[in-house]
Each structure stands twice: as structure tokens, then as C-alpha cells.
């Protein structure tokens, strides 16, 4: 094993043995968390080990004056992990920073039109994920119990896909594969699923997921993510395929959990 990587190990090692979760304050969490509480044991613990891991590396901040208490904090670790479950915690590196709006929060934007002339304006969000930047939310979405988009939606899982796919910053909509994974084959899943929601979209037809995630390839991919975890066995009927290569992709099989 190479030395830098020995080394990671042993101060993960340390981090869990000096700063464990309270027993009290993880099975609370679990309490209020259904799509965690129905992990087995095994499960569980190496969700509190990440959890752990996370609240350690990473920064939180509270916007506009809003406190973040310990278990605002502990519900955020727990929920990011969820995706990297069977992954490991390198698959959330490259950041170091939550930040935490009390509610929905505007961002500067700037686009340009068919005449390229650029307008400026501001966009109301709940979530966003920078590239190498922070992961900034908003608690009243991202608490437990929150589903802010239906039933199914959870911006924490949202915004965490986001920030794995961004792992790959050259392909939108498809993260760093595993070895063993098929590019073409995730490419032709992905997209005749897409193809599929945007034409009934564009028809203004009723959809199973939220339209917004026709808006383009990865938001497809971070929407698709948050119902793979929430709600797997109806996704798992909606679009096998689909639920097939999250499936490979995550490691995870949340269809057949209770």
C-alpha cells in the first residue's frame, strides 16, 4: 500500500476513534430518516463512520446569521453519505465547505441571447453544488423530512450527485465509472431514458418525475439519483435500465430494502 495512502488510513482511523458520533444524537438522525433507517446494521455503521469523516472535513457555515447546530449538521453528513455508501469517502474530495441558507436563496446569473447581447438577472434555488467550490443548501429543504419537490425529491442526494458527476468534469450526466461499466451502455440508457422525458415534456404531457429534470443531461442524472435512494423500487419499475446503472454505478440496491 502505498505511504500517502497509509497515511489517509491511519488519521481517518483517528478521526473516528477521537470524535464518534453520540449514540443519542446518530439514532436521532436515523428517527427522522427513513431512507437511512431502512439500512441494516452493517450499513448503518459505515454510514456513521462517513457521517463521521465528513463532519470532521468538511466546513459549515451558516448564511445570513443562521446558527448551525450539531444536529442540523449531523442530518446534513448523514444524507450526503448516503450515495457513497459503498464507494468511500474520496468520492466526496475536492471541497470543503457546506454552507446553509435558514430558507431558498438568489443567485447573480448572466446569459447571453439569440443576439448575444447578456442580460443579468437572479434565479431562486434551493440547492447548488460549485465545481471544486462549496456544497450550499437550504435547511428548510434540506432538513429531514423535507421533500421539496414531491415525493421522492431530496435536495441533499440532488446536490451530491451533482457533485459526483462533476467528478468527471468532461462528460455531463455520467460520473467517473467503475471498472467493469459500460460507457456506451450507460450513454444508451441514459439517454433514450432523457430523450423519453423531454419529448413528453415537450408535449406537455404528465410525467413520473419532476420536468425539471428534463432541463439537461445532468440534472437528469442528480434527479434520477435522489429517487434511486428514496424511492428505488418505483424508479426500478419506471426505468429498469436506468435503475440498472445506478445500480452498478452506486453499488447499492435500494429497491429492495424495506
Known amino acids: ?25 446518530w439514532h436521532a438522525t436515523l428517527a427522522t430518516l427513513p431512507l437511512l433507517a431502512a439500512l441494516d446494521r452493517d450499513g448503518q455503521q459505515r454510514l456513521r463512520e462517513l457521517a463521521t469523516l465528513f463532519l470532521h472535513a468538511k466546513r459549515f457555515y451558516g448564511a445570513h446569521a443562521l446558527t448551525v447546530d450539531p444536529p442540523m449538521r449531523l442530518a446534513i453528513a448523514a444524507q450526503a453519505c448516503l450515495p457513497v455508501l459503498n464507494l468511500g469517502f ?15 436563496f438568489l443567485v447573480d446569473l448572466e446569459e447571453a441571447d439569440a443576439d448575444g447581447v447578456v442580460h443579468a ?69 441514459f439517454s433514450r431514458a432523457y430523450t423519453e422525458l423531454c419529448a413528453a415534456v415537450d408535449r406537455g404531457e404528465p410525467t413520473w418525475i419532476d420536468p425539471y429534470a428534463s432541463a439537461a443531461p445532468g440534472e437528469f442524472f442528480a434527479v434520477l439519483s435522489e429517487h434511486f435512494f428514496v424511492e428505488g423500487a418505483a424508479l426500478q419499475v419506471e426505468a429498469p435500465a436506468v435503475y440498472a446503472q445506478l445500480r452498478a454505478f452506486y453499488r447499492q440496491d435500494p429497491a429492495t430494502r424495506g
Open 1 to 25: 500500500m502505498p505511504v500517502l495512502t497509509r497515511l489517509r488510513a491511519w488519521r481517518r482511523r483517528r478521526v473516528l476513534e477521537r470524535h464518534p458520533v453520540d449514540d443519542d444524537a
Open 90 to 104: 474520496d468520492w466526496l474530495r475536492g471541497w470543503t465547505t457546506v454552507v446553509l441558507y435558514a430558507d431558498s
Open 121 to 189: 438577472g437572479q434565479d431562486e434555488r434551493i440547492g447548488e453544488a460549485w465545481e471544486r467550490g462549496p456544497l450550499v443548501l437550504s435547511w428548510a429543504d434540506a432538513r429531514p423530512g423535507a421533500e421539496p419537490y414531491g415525493e421522492g425529491s431530496n435536495v441533499v442526494l440532488h446536490e451530491i450527485a451533482h457533485k459526483l458527476d462533476q467528478l468527471d468534469p468532461d462528460s455531463e450526466g455520467r460520473p467517473p465509472l467503475h471498472r467493469g461499466m459500460d460507457p456506451a451502455a450507460w450513454s444508451r440508457d
